[in-house]
């Protein structure tokens, strides 16, 4: 009789890596899973929680926003910058409000918006929001939960164009990273950096921009350099 296979064990700093958000975090989501329905704990290693991967990636796939996988936004000027209506159109959801909702109830998991605009009166402020269309196209590919689902094939959207000679201090996306770097997609470059093959970009820059990792151009291509001596 052939035994089952082992499921493969994960923490709470691998899921962390794979869905792009802190070990806090996956701690939060563990510690509300009463609310949430996130998978309980499948075994210990030491005083660490470990929980079965296959399980963890399906409950990623359900949550809000997992219909993204399967659209293609239109072909925008990066720097374009969008309002929340647009920029909900732009994501694929048919709901208008949908980044309005996110940004109210969920501001942890959407990006903060590229520009804020102080509009009305002082009796009755308004504030408009707007985001690059740069920061919502790197959002759909390191968004928590963006592991595609199982029968589910979409080509990977094309990297962005980046210059090797731009501003050495400038921080760079996982997106602007991977093409740099030369990788064909961000899923590639996600898949050698959590295999340590990057150690250069193990621990991103102090500073991040609405909560998510960057590297510095002159940190990346040191990167680069380091990888082009070993091949």
């Known amino acids: 009789m052939t035994s089952r296979p082992a499921a493969r064990l994960i923490d709470a700093a691998g899921i962390a890596a794979e869905h792009n958000m802190s070990s806090a975090r996956v701690s939060d989501l563990y510690n509300h899973r009463d609310e949430n329905g996130f998978p309980e704990t499948a075994d210990h290693r030491g005083r660490a929680r470990l929980w079965d991967h296959a399980k963890v990636t399906k409950w990623f796939s359900k949550r809000p926003g997992s219909r993204l996988r399967e659209h293609t936004p239109p072909t925008r000027d990066p720097q374009e910058l969008l309002n929340a209506a ?46 690059r269309v740069q920061t919502l196209l790197d959002w759909m590919a390191t968004r928590p939960g963006s592991g595609q689902r199982s029968g589910v094939k979409r080509a990977a959207p094309p990297l962005p164009d980046v210059p090797v000679d731009g501003d050495l201090d400038e921080l760079l996306s996982p997106t602007q990273a991977a093409a740099l770097l030369g990788f064909k997609s961000l899923n590639s470059f996600s898949s050698s950096l959590s295999q340590g093959n990057l150690p250069l970009l193990k621990t991103p820059e102090p500073l991040k921009v609405d909560g998510r990792r960057r590297w510095t151009r002159r940190r990346i291509l040191e990167q680069k350099d380091q990888r082009d001596r070993r091949s």
């Open 86 to 131: 647009e920029a909900s159109r732009f994501l694929g959801y048919k709901n208008d409000n949908q980044v309005t909702t996110y940004v109210r109830d969920h501001p942890d998991y959407f990006p903060k918006p590229d520009v804020v605009e102080e509009l009305g009166t002082p009796e009755r402020p308004y504030r408009r929001l707007q985001w």
